[in-house]
């Protein structure tokens, strides 16, 4: 053979193994529909800033699972040791991650709003109806019970959540679950924005809120172990995500565990966020992404989490007419459990009618609730399907 031929043979090797064949094949067009969506989302972190630190590793994840043969996401085989996001994603489909996600979510979360202003737990509660409406809507378009409780948990807007109820009753959808709720929750400064504005007027949107009382450094310490006992006996189910959530916050109230603190909500929580967020992505492979039942729990997510932020802010306009409009009913949208996020949008909206506004602290109250109450709708779910 000459030398030409051989090296015609090889370059023809090297491309019937690369990727660009399978990209125009008969289903090639899907992987290039995702990955036209992966540099969408990227474009969406990096240049509108929409929650960089959840969606840009999302975005990369997604793109590596549909650059065909590059098999990141490939199980383990007698010949093969298995792709290197196969494995971080165990992390999610063992529970392993969410719990330890909201062990840094705790230490970074002052339930001091929350404790000076009670009432914001109902606002907290009212912004987890969307979970139970998408649970029904769900059973009612065929799904089992543990489809859509897994479907339905995406209206909390909480990833962690999401992940760790839908591994433990419907792991066959997690990856669907899982994309959802994290896109979600990165693109609340989108989707929640309009529903506020079209459920409130200019005047209760205006509404300047009195500032909360201190509260004492004793509040704060007991607060974790009262919610740790009385949660966990009620629903234990709730037990690895409201333990770690209030472990989180006692280690950073306490006072005497400084250092364990700031590596949890620092170092920890990036570690993870990159972790599951790129092994996330990476679940989107187009081949199995691209279904009809996919878009249906897609579809769902959003209902279910459009209609939890109708309901924070319904139930706010209520307490703005009882309290006679000292109350802004645009905290109720934070009572979805994305924290910070909820709470700085709600900020954000309102300041847009009143500059000398500031919800922010007000907004943390029925946010943090809402962390709370995205576990126990979650426990709830475990309880009764598990």
């Known amino acids: 053979m000459s030398f030409i031929n051989r090296l015609a043979e090889i370059f023809s090797g090297l491309l019937e193994d690369s990727g660009f064949l399978l990209l125009i094949d008969g289903d090639g067009y899907k992987y290039i529909i995702m990955i ?15 929650e960089p630190l959840l969606l840009l590793p999302i975005a990369f994840g997604m793109l590596l699972a549909n650059l065909p043969g590059a098999g990141l996401m490939a199980e383990p085989t007698e010949d093969s040791v298995g792709g290197l996001l196969y494995y971080l994603y165990q992390g999610d489909a063992l529970g392993i991650f969410p719990p330890l996600i909201f062990l840094g979510v705790g230490v970074m979360t002052d339930f001091g709003p929350l404790i000076a202003n009670p009432k914001s737990l109902l606002l907290g509660a009212a912004a987890q109806v969307g979970i139970f409406i998408a649970f029904l809507g769900a059973l009612a378009m065929g799904m089992t019970p543990q489809e859509a409780a897994s479907v339905g948990i995406i209206g909390g807007a ?29 693109l609340i400064p989108i989707i929640q924005p309009p529903i506020m504005k079209l459920l409130t007027t200019k005047k209760e949107r205006a509404v300047k809120m009195e500032q909360l ?23 234990p189910s709730t037990a690895s995500l409201i333990g770690m959530l209030m472990l989180g916050n006692l280690l ?33 492979d187009a081949a199995t992404f691209l279904t009809a039942s996919t878009l249906k729990i897609v579809v769902l997510g959003l ?8 309901g924070g802010v319904l139930l706010g306009k209520l307490m703005y007419r009882l309290s006679g409009g000292k109350i802004n009913p645009l905290i109720g949208a934070a009572g979805v459990s994305a924290v910070p996020m909820a709470a700085r949008v709600a900020q954000n909206v309102g300041k847009e009618e009143n500059p000398n ?23 709830i779910f475990l309880t009764l399907f598990q």
């Open 36 to 50: 036209c969506v992966a540099i969408f989302f990227m474009y969406l972190a990096i240049v509108k800033k929409y």
């Open 158 to 186: 909480d990833g962690p959540t999401a992940i760790y109820t839908t591994t433990k009753l419907a792991p066959h959808i997690l990856s669907t679950v899982a994309v959802a709720a994290y896109s979600y929750m990165a």
């Open 213 to 235: 009382r201190p509260v004492s450094k004793t509040e704060k310490i007991i607060f974790p172990v009262m919610v740790s006992i009385l949660v966990i006996l009620i629903l």
């Open 252 to 284: 950073k109230v306490c006072g005497v565990t400084e250092k364990i603190a700031s590596h949890a909500s620092e170092a920890l929580m990036y570690i993870l966020s990159l972790f599951i967020g790129i092994s996330v992505g990476a679940t989107t």
């Open 303 to 310: 209902f279910a989490f459009m209609v939890s932020t109708a």
């Open 357 to 379: 506004n500031y919800l922010l602290m007000h907004a943390m109250g029925p946010n943090v609730a809402g962390v709370i109450g995205s576990a126990v709708a979650s426990g």
